[in-house]
């Protein structure tokens, strides 16, 4: 049974080739050019998960609407918000929406379908038991690979795949410095050093704002980060 | 000059006041001298009317003046004792040489002195009694008293005493009968000195010099003693000064002059002074004379003592008109005005009256109002300076601070920190700032305009390059030649390129949001810096990469994240500007309140008009195919507005120069610590 993903996209020719390339992936998908055909159709049946461009048609905005009304229906969709807009606040406004990623519309299909199959493992990972051999432990940090779930002395840190797989990597390799390529890689995203650097501001914050000693991640200036051990 | 001192210039516009007061005032004292002088010359000739109606003795004709003497006179023949009279000696030589025969007469209770000088170079000496003593050097002399007259022959063949012989009238009269006297002589002539008792002297006296000139010429001047005239003796006369008193107005000094000006009788007082004290007086003496009192005659000229008057207003009366003149008076701070009237008896002029008033009131009067009118416009003026003075200052300030401001908007281009001052003003330089609010606005929205249109840009490029980037990717999918295959990779790789232009694009904006949003740290700046330069030293490659950074930690509080990017982008551009065997260096050096950090590199210099733009963004020097190939990130000036960006977030500057050397450019960016505050987060 194919998993079902909605694309929520105003331009034709874009939604019309996600449509297919995710199709090739075996997905099955439905795109939508605007918020309220799209909101027609998930009061009908939700998808299994929701890619949705912020700026649809006239309405600028109109790709938040549609996550909040998703997220009021359904705590677990995953949603990635795919957006030519890469400002900070944007950024900051569409994970606030309780987004579980935020990539530019310059990210390859296949860095795409990467992102999406690891919300699905996620998704069946946390149906699923524990399994034990992706848990890093770190101090008082758990790492849960499958269920991409971070958390600190027992508390969740509610993180985006992007934001994930950076402290995936940094835990990884504890006291290794990692330069902002090597996270970039890791998080499969292509960006600028400082899209990196509030990458990693908002994962401090996120942390800092359940536990306010945490200074695990270290900045080693001119090189990169390092998870402080 | 300033506008300030431009506006004190023009307060002294106010000056024209006391000026024109100044004017004012000396016309109204002219006008009450003038009544003054009128009513004076009124009363001059009202008197001179009782006078002669009084049937006062007045003199005719040339008169000789009898001096009154105060020291004792030796008979001697020397002139010595008469030096104070000396001057006012009369000349009785011919018409062709007055001063040939200088005479004066003197008296005391007793005696009637008479001192003649006479000028003759060439003498033919005789005495009195020699028979030869007509032809030779003589005087005449002849004496009337009443109705008899005598004459005498006065000569002398030597030095010394001598005796005048009488030529004529011998028959009984008081006249002396004998006249003796004393005789000296020196280079330019001889000099008689002599005495008679009051009770013999005469009342009317002649005088004429006979010169015999030498070596048998003829005489230059014979007097014959019949013709020469008589003149009256003339003296001071108490009776006549009780019959003035008699008539004189009260605090009017009065003095009758005869047809000569000598003074024949004198009374009356010049009114008392005031009372005040004599420094202000002085004050306002210097003052009344410096800008109101009419050209002063000299006082010395109206001396009560004078025996003999010379100022031209007596003589002009002497002549038939009244004339008045003003002179200071001996006491300070006052004038004296005179009045001189003529005398005249049947038609004839017998003499001149001379009436001399304190003007104090005028000088008082005038003082007070010009010292008012000068009080006044100085505090005018001083109110006047003040409130422009003020005035400009407040003017200035404002068109400072409205220029400040506009130098503080052309340093940011275009944006200001709050409003314009003056904004709000409803006069013209609120209308300037408005209008420089105005130009600021255009400026700025340019500015944004050129500021923001890399975002922009980068923003509507996304959309088709995604578009671009997903068919080429579906495309991978399709079954494709190989050759399909090749043009696919290439349009990858285009795609790519154009990717990075637009990412490269976004990151100054990106930045500039960053920046808005970033909280400061304290941080070790020399750390970072350490770090920077040990991740850059594997790439410097060939290159010779030497720092010079401090020891001890400079701590600052900012974005360190921010400075190592700025320093990523000027390590990049120097690595891309110099030779693969060149050299760059890296300096830190602590400020008072901050640092410097320069990058300098071997390589091409920057052309001079250049620097100023360099750190704008969209400017690039790098010409085309430079150090990077073909191929490498695409360079479109924005890493260098990045860290003009960083600096300027630390309230600093970053300024690109070419070594003095000549060797290569040098990059130095100035930080100071952030404020400390938390910036409002929208996170």
């Given at each position: 049974?194919?998993r079902s993903?909605?694309?929520?996209?105003?331009?034709?020719s874009?939604r019309?080739n996600y449509?297919?390339?995710?199709t090739?992936?075996?997905?099955?998908?439905?795109?939508?050019?605007t918020r309220?055909e799209a909101?027609?159709a998930?009061?009908?049946r939700?998808?299994?998960?929701?890619?949705?461009?912020?700026?649809l048609?006239?309405?600028p905005e109109g790709?938040f609407?549609l996550?909040?009304?998703?997220?009021a229906k359904?705590?677990?969709?995953?949603?990635?918000?795919?957006t030519a807009r890469d400002?900070?606040?944007?950024?900051?406004?569409?994970?606030?929406?309780?987004a579980?990623?935020y990539l530019?519309k310059?990210i390859?299909?296949?860095?795409?379908?990467?992102r999406?199959s690891?919300l699905?493992?996620?998704?069946d990972a946390?149906?699923k038991p524990m399994?034990?051999e992706?848990?890093?432990?770190?101090?008082?940090l758990r790492?849960?690979?499958?269920r991409?779930?971070?958390?600190w002395n027992g508390?969740?840190i509610p993180?985006t795949v992007?934001?994930?797989?950076?402290?995936?990597?940094?835990v990884r390799?504890?006291?290794?410095?990692?330069n902002?390529d090597?996270l970039m890689?890791e998080?499969?995203?292509?960006?600028?050093?400082?899209?990196?650097t509030?990458?990693i501001k908002?994962?401090?914050?996120?942390f800092i704002a359940l536990?306010?000693e945490f200074?695990?991640i270290?900045?080693?200036?001119?090189?990169?980060?390092?998870?402080r051990v | 000059?300033?506008?300030?001192y431009?506006l004190?210039l023009?307060?002294l516009?106010?000056?024209a006041?006391p000026?024109a007061?100044w004017l004012f005032?000396r016309q109204?004292e002219e006008?009450l001298?003038?009544?003054q002088?009128?009513?004076?010359t009124?009363?001059?000739q009202?008197?001179?009317?009782?006078?002669?109606?009084?049937?006062?003795?007045?003199?005719?004709?040339?008169?000789?003046?009898?001096?009154?003497l105060t020291?004792r006179?030796t008979l001697?023949g020397?002139?010595?004792?008469?030096?104070?009279?000396?001057?006012?000696?009369?000349n009785?030589?011919?018409?062709?040489?007055?001063?040939?025969l200088?005479v004066v007469f003197?008296?005391d209770?007793d005696w009637?002195y008479?001192?003649?000088?006479?000028?003759?170079a060439?003498?033919i000496r005789?005495?009195?009694?020699d028979?030869?003593a007509a032809?030779?050097d003589?005087?005449?002399?002849s004496m009337?008293?009443?109705?008899s007259t005598?004459?005498y022959?006065l000569?002398?063949?030597a030095?010394?005493?001598f005796e005048?012989?009488?030529?004529d009238?011998?028959?009984?009269s008081?006249?002396p009968?004998v006249?003796?006297?004393?005789?000296q002589e020196?280079g330019a002539?001889y000099?008689i000195?002599m005495?008679?008792p009051l009770s013999q002297?005469?009342?009317?006296?002649?005088l004429?010099?006979?010169?015999?000139?030498?070596?048998g010429d003829?005489?230059v001047a014979?007097?014959?003693?019949q013709d020469?005239e008589?003149?009256?003796?003339?003296r001071?006369?108490r009776?006549?000064?009780?019959d003035l008193?008699?008539y004189?107005p009260?605090?009017?000094?009065?003095?009758?002059?005869?047809?000569?000006g000598?003074?024949l009788?004198?009374?009356?007082?010049?009114?008392?002074?005031?009372t005040?004290?004599s420094?202000?007086r002085?004050?306002?003496?210097?003052?009344y004379r410096?800008?109101?009192?009419?050209g002063l005659t000299?006082?010395?000229?109206f001396a009560?003592?004078?025996p003999r008057?010379?100022?031209?207003e007596?003589w002009?009366?002497?002549?038939?008109v009244?004339?008045?003149?003003?002179h200071p008076?001996?006491?300070?701070?006052s004038?004296v005005l005179a009045?001189?009237?003529?005398l005249?008896?049947?038609?004839e002029?017998?003499g001149?009256l001379l009436?001399?008033q304190?003007?104090d009131?005028?000088p008082?009067?005038?003082?007070?109002?010009?010292l008012g009118l000068?009080?006044?416009s100085?505090l005018?003026?001083?109110v006047?300076?003040?409130v422009?003075?003020l005035?400009?200052?407040?003017?200035?300030?404002?068109i400072?601070r409205?220029r400040?401001?506009a130098?503080?908007?052309?340093?940011?281009?275009?944006r200001?920190?709050?409003?314009?001052?003056?904004?709000?003003a409803?006069d013209e330089l609120?209308?300037l700032s408005?209008s420089?609010?105005k130009?600021?606005d255009?400026?700025?929205?340019?500015?944004?305009y050129l500021?923001t249109l890399?975002?922009?840009l980068?923003?509507?490029?996304n959309?088709?390059l995604a578009?671009v980037?997903?068919s080429?990717?579906?495309l991978?999918h399709q079954?494709?030649?190989?050759?399909?295959?090749?043009?696919?990779?290439?349009a990858r790789?285009g795609?790519?390129?154009?990717?990075?232009?637009v990412r490269a694009?976004r990151e100054?904006?990106r930045?500039?949001?960053a920046?808005a949003?970033?909280?400061?740290?304290?941080f070790d700046?020399?750390?970072?810096?350490?770090g920077?330069v040990?991740?850059?030293r594997?790439?410097?490659g060939?290159r010779e990469?030497?720092c010079d950074?401090?020891?001890a930690?400079?701590t600052l509080?900012?974005?360190?994240?921010?400075?190592?990017q700025?320093?990523d982008?000027l390590?990049?551009?120097a690595?891309?500007f110099t030779?693969e065997?060149?050299w760059?260096r890296v300096?830190l050096c602590?400020?008072?309140?901050g640092?410097v950090?320069?990058?300098?590199n071997?390589?091409?210099?920057?052309?001079?008009?250049?620097?100023?733009?360099?750190?704008?963004?969209l400017?690039?020097v790098r010409?085309?195919?430079?150090a990077?190939g073909?191929?490498n990130a695409?360079?479109?000036?924005l890493g260098l507005s990045?860290?003009r960006?960083v600096a300027?977030?630390?309230?600093?500057?970053?300024?690109?120069?070419?070594?003095?050397d000549?060797?290569?450019?040098?990059f130095?960016?100035?930080?100071?610590s952030?404020?400390?505050?938390?910036l409002s987060?929208?996170?």
């Amino acid at each position: 049974m194919a998993r079902s993903i909605a694309i929520v996209e105003d331009e034709p020719s874009i939604r019309a080739n996600y449509v297919e390339a995710l199709t090739r992936f075996g997905y099955q998908v439905q795109g939508y050019a605007t918020r309220s055909e799209a909101s027609r159709a998930f009061n009908l049946r939700l998808p299994e998960l929701v890619i949705i461009d912020i700026g649809l048609g006239d309405e600028p905005e109109g790709g938040f609407e549609l996550c909040r009304e998703l997220r009021a229906k359904a705590a677990l969709l995953p949603i990635i918000f795919l957006t030519a807009r890469d400002s900070d606040l944007d950024i900051i406004s569409g994970l606030r929406l309780g987004a579980d990623d935020y990539l530019t519309k310059d990210i390859s299909l296949h860095h795409l379908s990467a992102r999406i199959s690891a919300l699905f493992r996620r998704l069946d990972a946390l149906s699923k038991p524990m399994n034990k051999e992706t848990v890093v432990e770190q101090g008082p940090l758990r790492l849960e690979a499958e269920r991409m779930r971070v958390s600190w002395n027992g508390q969740e840190i509610p993180l985006t795949v992007t934001e994930f797989w950076m402290v995936h990597i940094l835990v990884r390799f504890p006291g290794h410095v990692k330069n902002r390529d090597q996270l970039m890689r890791e998080a499969q995203v292509v960006v600028d050093d400082a899209t990196i650097t509030s990458h990693i501001k908002r994962i401090r914050k996120k942390f800092i704002a359940l536990a306010p000693e945490f200074d695990a991640i270290e900045t080693v200036h001119g090189v990169g980060y390092r998870w402080r051990v | 000059m300033s506008l300030r001192y431009k506006l004190l210039l023009i307060a002294l516009s106010t000056l024209a006041l006391p000026l024109a007061g100044w004017l004012f005032v000396r016309q109204m004292e002219e006008l009450l001298r003038h009544g003054q002088e009128q009513a004076l010359t009124a009363s001059a000739q009202a008197l001179a009317r009782s006078l002669v109606a009084s049937k006062i003795a007045l003199p005719q004709g040339q008169g000789l003046y009898v001096h009154p003497l105060t020291t004792r006179i030796t008979l001697d023949g020397y002139a010595d004792d008469w030096k104070l009279l000396l001057p006012y000696a009369q000349n009785l030589g011919p018409i062709d040489d007055a001063q040939k025969l200088r005479v004066v007469f003197a008296s005391d209770r007793d005696w009637l002195y008479l001192l003649a000088e006479v000028h003759d170079a060439t003498r033919i000496r005789v005495d009195s009694h020699d028979t030869s003593a007509a032809s030779s050097d003589h005087l005449n002399l002849s004496m009337a008293r009443g109705e008899s007259t005598r004459s005498y022959l006065l000569a002398s063949a030597a030095p010394g005493s001598f005796e005048a012989a009488v030529t004529d009238g011998v028959e009984g009269s008081v006249l002396p009968k004998v006249l003796s006297g004393e005789w000296q002589e020196d280079g330019a002539g001889y000099r008689i000195e002599m005495r008679m008792p009051l009770s013999q002297a005469p009342d009317r006296i002649a005088l004429s010099v006979f010169d015999a000139a030498g070596r048998g010429d003829v005489a230059v001047a014979s007097a014959d003693p019949q013709d020469a005239e008589l003149h009256p003796l003339l003296r001071y006369s108490r009776a006549r000064a009780d019959d003035l008193a008699l008539y004189a107005p009260q605090d009017v000094r009065v003095r009758l002059l005869s047809n000569d000006g000598w003074v024949l009788a004198k009374s009356g007082e010049l009114a008392p002074a005031n009372t005040e004290s004599s420094r202000r007086r002085w004050f306002e003496s210097l003052i009344y004379r410096g800008l109101l009192a009419p050209g002063l005659t000299a006082a010395q000229d109206f001396a009560f003592g004078l025996p003999r008057l010379n100022a031209t207003e007596v003589w002009q009366a002497l002549s038939g008109v009244a004339a008045t003149a003003w002179h200071p008076s001996e006491r300070e701070g006052s004038v004296v005005l005179a009045a001189a009237v003529p005398l005249r008896v049947q038609g004839e002029i017998r003499g001149a009256l001379l009436l001399e008033q304190s003007g104090d009131a005028l000088p008082i009067l005038t003082n007070r109002a010009l010292l008012g009118l000068m009080g006044a416009s100085l505090l005018a003026l001083l109110v006047a300076g003040g409130v422009l003075f003020l005035f400009a200052s407040v003017l200035s300030l404002r068109i400072r601070r409205l220029r400040d401001a506009a130098e503080r908007a052309v340093r940011t281009s275009g944006r200001l920190d709050g409003r314009l001052p003056l904004s709000d003003a409803r006069d013209e330089l609120g209308d300037l700032s408005r209008s420089f609010g105005k130009l600021l606005d255009e400026v700025a929205a340019y500015t944004d305009y050129l500021r923001t249109l890399a975002s922009k840009l980068s923003h509507e490029l996304n959309t088709p390059l995604a578009i671009v980037k997903s068919s080429l990717d579906n495309l991978d999918h399709q079954s494709l030649t190989p050759a399909a295959r090749t043009y696919i990779g290439r349009a990858r790789d285009g795609a790519e390129r154009l990717g990075a232009i637009v990412r490269a694009m976004r990151e100054a904006s990106r930045l500039e949001r960053a920046i808005a949003m970033s909280d400061g740290e304290d941080f070790d700046l020399a750390a970072v810096l350490r770090g920077c330069v040990e991740a850059y030293r594997p790439l410097a490659g060939t290159r010779e990469f030497s720092c010079d950074l401090p020891d001890a930690p400079l701590t600052l509080h900012g974005a360190p994240e921010m400075i190592a990017q700025a320093l990523d982008k000027l390590f990049d551009n120097a690595l891309s500007f110099t030779p693969e065997n060149g050299w760059i260096r890296v300096t830190l050096c602590a400020l008072d309140d901050g640092a410097v950090i320069t990058m300098a590199n071997q390589g091409p210099l920057l052309p001079p008009a250049m620097q100023e733009h360099l750190f704008e963004s969209l400017v690039s020097v790098r010409e085309q195919g430079s150090a990077r190939g073909s191929g490498n990130a695409p360079h479109l000036g924005l890493g260098l507005s990045v860290v003009r960006l960083v600096a300027e977030l630390h309230r600093g500057t970053a300024s690109a120069s070419n070594l003095t050397d000549g060797s290569g450019v040098e990059f130095r960016i100035t930080l100071h610590s952030l404020a400390r505050r938390r910036l409002s987060d929208p996170s």
